[in-house]
T-cell receptor, first 111, second 118 residues
């Protein structure tokens, strides 16, 4: 079955700097890769996603890149702000099959 | 956008009692709902997938008789933790979707339920 690895587990950056979180997946048939932000005591919130027919997608300060050959995808947050502090999860799935989550990255943005 | 409502947000119960958690899709019909469990500082673990009108599919290692799932309508799924014990204390999260309608709808999460068994 699918296995998703995520790095780093914790990431601390200064406000205004960029943050990058990386994930790798094992099942080459996976074609949907969402990223979720989870704040303490809340459910995950979708922040951006990408499908396998696209190499990059951007939404304001957030971007995701996908390398199908290497089976890895990354989340890029530019101009980080303290409110970006949260736990971020990557995930992978095939079509609308169940999501397989990464282990999470705790991002701390210091003012 | 798609909204999934989950209740209660937190519950404390005595050991041996049962607790029911509700997950509702407010503005769309959810043919499929997923139930996850999350321990502190860990990732989400899928417990089961429920399809409206049929039995839930449980992941390996999840006790069917312990975690009862009912998905009787297109807008409501319930998870009942039966004979709860302290080790069942966790954060439970549902996700609702209608396959084929797109990922933004397919994977909308509820706000979670913090269960504490004393």
């Amino acid at each position: 079955g699918e296995n998703v690895e995520q790095h780093p587990s914790t990431l601390s950056v200064q406000e205004g700097d960029s943050a990058v979180i990386k994930c790798t997946y094992s099942d080459s048939a996976s074609n949907y890769f969402p990223w979720y932000k989870q704040e303490l005591g809340k459910g995950p919130q979708l922040i951006i996603d990408i499908r396998s027919n696209v190499g990059e997608k951007k939404d304001q300060r957030i971007a995701v890149t996908l390398n199908k050959t290497a089976k890895h995808f990354s989340l890029h947050i530019t101009e980080t702000q303290p409110e970006d502090s949260a736990v971020y999860f990557c995930a992978a799935s095939k079509d609308t099959d169940k999501l397989i989550f990464g282990t999470g990255t705790r991002l701390q943005v210091f003012p | 956008g798609a909204v999934v409502s989950q209740h209660p947000s937190w519950v404390i119960c005595k050991s041996g009692t049962s607790v029911k958690i509700e997950c509702r899709s407010l503005d769309f019909q959810a043919t499929t709902m997923f139930w996850y469990r999350q321990f502190p500082k860990q990732s989400l673990m899928l417990m089961a997938t429920s399809n409206e009108g049929s039995k839930a599919t449980y992941e390996q290692g999840v006790e069917k008789d312990k975690f009862l799932i009912n998905h009787a309508s297109l807008t409501l799924s319930t998870l009942t933790v039966t004979s709860a014990h302290p080790e069942d204390s966790s954060f439970y999260i549902c996700s609702a979707g209608a396959p084929g309608t797109g990922p933004a709808v397919g994977y909308t999460f509820g706000s979670g339920t913090r269960l504490t068994v004393v």
